[in-house]
């Protein structure tokens, strides 16, 4: 018997919508297999169906399920209690939700330990030090002692793969571990994830948008589309002679750091269908932009937050420029000042020191819609706020107006009362671009504005931003920690390290031959779509790490 069995799964909420239709797949011990799909999909539905986390929410499941000898669909609650954390045992996308705040980490992961196995607290705590430390957290028996807010982004996910290797589980069901990492803190989770595999012989079912991730990390691809299996094999041979043409299409719109610039083009279909660049892509001259006047110039910024011994200078003599019509794209791991550079910009905060000129307008679109949009008010009230601010008044003016922003963006001017939890994450996306663009700006910064959205869906809005900037003459600066994505739309790259920039220039010029070791560093954690050439870096890594 297959250590997961899953046949003719269906998934229904709310008595219609059908999140998974007859799904069937198997894995075998010690297998990884990955399943990727644009949100919505049904992946995470599909995954949550193994350890029964449905029941009780009022889906609707029907076909079976067997994970590890449990008939998961007619196990009692008490069964289903002993099959996670124990046999099985899951890694969720955000950290922070699955980790109570109140309590040590060390402390969290002994309690799944103590429920399961019955030990002695002291035992309890021995084993969470020996999950910790195998994770990679340096000196575990001190940082045992530690709450979830001590760690960065990083260690919080490592921590919960400790907490899920506690029981030593037979699965591990990883949903999304990496998408809010940066690249390098992603590769080390990716390398942890294959590494423990190889040393345990579980097997690993992997959720994951990012076609890249499930290249470093599985044996076998599932591609899913709403609901259904649209292709499984081998990962080299779906990821490299793709059948069917959803999978093409897929695979097509993924970023890569050998892409050329994204053009501005139309972009006005509604329909959430990956679309892949012409293939006459290619950046625009520079010419025209190098004699372009900057519309904002920093000067030697100095950002410092706290004082005295706990003072840390999060941006520090930071000096760049940004010229109509141009995106510079700015890169670096979580904590190396990217954000609030960005802020400082805008004029959300004031630099300690050094000075900013701006000669135009400024607007920001945040990384997460769902926290900047209001959930109590609807998106067309959102994105009439600007207008309302600069003292429009006249309400036939302001929808009408508001009307015509939200079809910029590729939305539909009868949209105007829905609210931000009607709206997928991509149209939260253009939401918030649409309501930046309601104050005309000349500059746009997006904080991080596509790392959160599938491949797909993210290329959708690159475009969008690329076809606004031609046609509104738009400069953007565009923070991410995805530099496959920056490489697409970036004119000028400025690179950030611990709130200082190691390296800056023509886009081209730094991809194809950085010189600091930084960036070096940073462009060989970027996921590879050849699984070879992923066992290739992940070997170039450990080196590297034991040098």
């Given amino acids: 018997m297959s250590l997961v069995e899953v046949n003719d799964l269906a998934i229904t909420f709310d008595g219609s919508l059908r999140a ?17 799909g644009e949100s919505g999909s049904g992946k995470s539905a599909s995954a949550y169906a193994l350890l029964g986390l449905h029941r009780g ?5 029907t076909g079976s399920v067997s994970v590890a000898g449990v008939d998961v669909q007619s196990a009692s609650d008490a069964d289903l209690r002993r099959l996670r954390g124990g046999p099985a045992a899951i890694v969720f996308q955000d950290p922070l939700s699955s980790l109570d705040p109140y309590y040590a980490i060390g402390d969290q992961i002994a309690e799944v330990y103590r429920v399961h196995t019955k030990a002695s607290r002291r035992a309890a705590r021995a084993r969470a030090v020996e999950v910790l430390d195998r994770v990679g957290i340096p000196d575990a028996t001190r940082r045992a002692r530690s709450r979830p807010h001590e760690f960065s982004g990083g260690m919080r996910q490592r921590a919960l793969i400790a907490m899920a290797l506690a029981c030593e589980p037979r699965l591990l069901i990883a949903d999304e571990p990496t998408t809010a990492l940066d690249v390098t803190v992603q590769a080390q989770i990716l390398d942890l994830l294959h590494d423990l595999r ?3 012989g579980m097997g690993l079912l992997l959720v994951t948008h990012d076609v890249g991730v499930a290249a470093e990390s599985v044996d076998d691809v599932l591609v899913m589309r709403a609901g259904r299996a649209v292709e499984r094999g081998a990962v080299a041979d779906v990821l490299g002679s793709p059948r069917e043409g959803y999978t093409k299409a897929l695979l097509a719109a993924v970023p890569r750091l050998d892409a050329r610039r994204v053009p501005a083009r139309g972009l006005r279909s509604r329909t959430p269908a990956p679309q892949s660049p012409p293939a006459n892509a290619g950046r625009r001259p520079r010419e025209g932009l190098d004699m372009a ?15 005295g011994k706990s003072a840390v200078a999060a941006v520090d003599g930071v000096s760049l420029s940004v010229r109509r ?19 400082m910009l805008v004029g959300l905060l004031a630099p300690t020191s050094g000075r900013i000129d701006r000669t135009g307008r400024v607007q920001m ?11 109590r008010r609807s998106v067309g009230e959102s994105v009439a706020d600007p207008l309302r601010a600069r003292g429009e008044r006249d309400e036939a003016v302001i929808r009408g107006r508001v009307g015509e922003l939200l079809e910029r963006v590729g939305l539909d001017a009868g949209q105007y009362a829905r609210y931000p939890h009607e709206f997928s994450g991509g149209q939260r996306q253009r939401v918030g671009i649409a309501r930046a663009l309601a104050a005309e700006p000349e500059l746009i910064v997006c904080d991080e504005a596509v790392s959160a959205l599938d491949v797909t869906t993210q290329a959708q809005v690159t475009a969008l931003l690329a076809e606004l900037q031609r046609e509104l003459g738009l400069a953007l600066v565009f923070i991410a920690h995805d530099l496959a994505v920056v490489r697409q739309v970036s004119d000028r790259i400025v690179v950030m390290r611990q709130g200082r920039i190691v390296e800056q220039g023509d886009v081209d010029t730094v991809y194809g031959n950085p010189q600091d070791p930084y ?10 779509l050849d699984p070879a050439l992923a066992a290739v870096r992940r070997a170039a890594r450990k080196e590297m790490a034991a040098a």
């Fill in 20 to 36: 998974v239709d007859g799904l069937s797949f198997t894995l075998d011990a010690g297998e990884a297999l990955g399943i990727v």
């Fill in 198 to 200: 190889r040393a345990t």
């Fill in 365 to 375: 679109v945040f990384q997460d819609p769902v926290s900047s949009l209001n959930p």
């Fill in 519 to 528: 960036t070096k560093q940073l462009l060989a954690a970027v996921p590879a």
């Fill in 293 to 307: 006047p900057p519309l904002v110039e920093a000067v030697e910024l100095r950002q410092v937050f706290g004082r």
């Fill in 325 to 343: 019509g141009e995106t510079l794209g700015v890169v670096g791991e979580s904590g190396s000042g990217k954000t609030t550079l960005g802020r």
């Fill in 57 to 61: 929410s009022g889906a609707q499941v």
